[in-house]
């Protein structure tokens, strides 16, 4: 194994890509006085730009993903009384923005191969409280649409996409964001384009996107402005970060196309170990890889955290998996969901990391760390023969 500390390189999980174009424009709304989020050329330059690159009509920008599905759920009128059904594995900002809004959030169980919601699973859960379904595309790679969207119609439901991870992924050929009533971004640093912090719904309908853009500016009034038209919220990002996005938006594909390479080259360096599961792009996806999310299997299942710190060593950073809600104590502990509820998510949940995934990696980066992780799972998995 590789520890000699003078040769090891610091190696970050993910690191933004932002060069010239982003100070250009950042610095043009500094100039301009317009750093708020009322005024500014990048807010609907970044709101048109964004949603006609998903497909989509109409964009609001918003302070966050977490926001973004917040406002998701607000347009569609979700509230106390309904369920939604979410995929179980997730960033937990999914089901908080349900939470917030008093609905009750329905862990589905995933597929174990793309780690998204198992369309098969989902119709079982649905009752007379259902009011709409919330997928999640986990780690870049498309949930399966066809079969979520014929679901969705035959019960009227609603149909949320949450795409925090999934900028510019395509299924059958169309960008995600697109299928759903609406789709949720966030463009949070680590995220395929960033704005720092920050987050969009994309959507083709004109009322959702009206009411979105009213509540996430305090609800204000139209003929008077402090006769408010609902309980609103402050969502609103800033033309600086607008201005950001608008730069990263013209480098979203190079971006997306490094990701792919990345995962192409850990990919065939990883093939055929029988210990590990690695990304898979099924035959009706385009994975944009967000983060190279590895499961270790058979004998290395438990070792997850001797090969993380063993990364941490050779100063490689990674990052564990999620927890799904179902295994979360502090909704357990509400009585909201049961342990066992998901059995393929709660396999995963402490079996699974990424690897350093950034899209600037050099051909260097990328052969220290697949050299280090196979030097650490070599030399347990050697241990048992
Ligand atoms: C799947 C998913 N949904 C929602 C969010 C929340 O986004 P934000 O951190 O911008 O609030 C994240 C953040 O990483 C996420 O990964």
């Given at each position: 194994m590789q520890t000699?500390?003078?040769?090891?390189?610091?190696?970050?999980?993910?690191?933004?890509?932002?060069?010239?174009?982003?100070?250009?424009?950042?610095?043009?709304?500094?100039?301009?006085?317009?750093?708020?989020?009322?005024?500014?050329?990048?807010?609907?330059k970044f709101e048109n730009g964004f949603a006609e690159y998903c497909g989509c009509k109409y964009g609001v920008t918003t302070t966050s993903g977490t926001t973004a599905l917040h406002l998701a759920m607000l347009s569609l009128s979700i509230g106390a009384g309904d369920e939604v059904l979410v995929s179980s594995l997730t960033n937990m900002a999914t089901f908080f923005a349900v939470l917030y809004t008093g609905a009750k959030p329905i862990p589905v169980d995933i597929e174990k191969d793309t780690l998204n919601i198992d369309p098969k699973l989902i119709e079982e859960k649905i009752t007379e409280q259902t009011k709409a379904i919330l997928v999640v595309h986990l780690f870049g790679h498309p949930v399966d649409m066809d079969p979520v969207t014929e679901i969705a119609r035959r019960h009227n439901l609603f149909l949320v996409e949450d795409c925090a991870q999934a900028?510019?992924?395509?299924?059958?050929?169309?960008?995600?964001g697109s299928f759903g009533d609406i789709g949720c971004f966030s463009f949070y640093a680590n995220k395929i384009l960033t704005t720092g912090e920050g987050g969009m719904i994309i959507t083709n309908n004109s009322a959702y996107?009206?009411?979105?853009?009213?509540?996430?500016?305090?609800?204000?009034?139209?003929?008077?402005?402090?006769?408010?038209?609902?309980?609103?919220?402050?969502?609103?990002?800033?033309?600086?970060?607008?201005?950001?996005?608008?730069?990263?938006?013209?480098?979203?594909?190079?971006?997306?196309?490094?990701?792919?390479?990345?995962?192409q080259f850990y990919?065939?360096?990883?093939?055929?170990?029988?210990?590990?599961?690695?990304?898979?792009?099924?035959?009706?996806?385009?994975?944009?890889y967000w983060m190279y999310h590895v499961v270790l299997k058979g004998i290395l299942k438990?070792?997850?955290?001797?090969?993380?710190?063993?990364?941490?060593?050779?100063?490689?950073?990674t990052r564990e998996g999620f927890i799904p809600y179902n295994m979360q104590n502090v909704f357990i502990e509400k009585g909201f969901v049961q342990?066992?509820?998901?059995?393929?998510?709660?396999?995963?949940?402490?079996?699974?990391?990424?690897?350093?995934?950034?899209?600037?990696?050099?051909?260097?980066?990328?052969?220290?760390?697949?050299?280090?992780?196979?030097?650490?799972?070599?030399?347990l998995t050697n241990s048992y023969t």
């Open positions: 000699n500390t003078e040769t090891k390189k610091h190696v970050p999980v993910s690191q933004p890509v932002l060069g010239e174009l982003e100070s250009e424009y950042v610095n043009k709304a500094l100039r301009d006085n317009a750093i708020s989020g009322f005024y500014g050329e990048y807010l609907s900028h510019g992924a395509e299924y059958k050929g169309k960008k995600v996107a009206e009411k979105a853009a009213v509540l996430k500016s305090l609800a204000f009034g139209v003929k008077n402005k402090f006769m408010h038209q609902d309980i609103g919220y402050n969502y609103r990002m800033t033309n600086l970060q607008a201005a950001l996005g608008c730069a990263q938006l013209e480098r979203i594909e190079n971006i997306i196309d490094n990701k792919r390479k990345v995962a990919s065939e360096k990883f093939a055929d170990n029988p210990y590990l599961q690695l990304p898979v792009e099924k035959d009706y996806a385009k994975n944009v438990g070792k997850r955290e001797i090969v993380m710190n063993h990364l941490t060593e050779c100063r490689i950073e342990f066992d509820e998901c059995p393929a998510a709660n396999d995963v949940a402490y079996s699974g990391f990424y690897l350093p995934s950034g899209p600037n990696l050099s051909g260097e980066d990328l052969e220290y760390v697949a050299e280090n992780f196979l030097d650490v799972i070599n030399s």
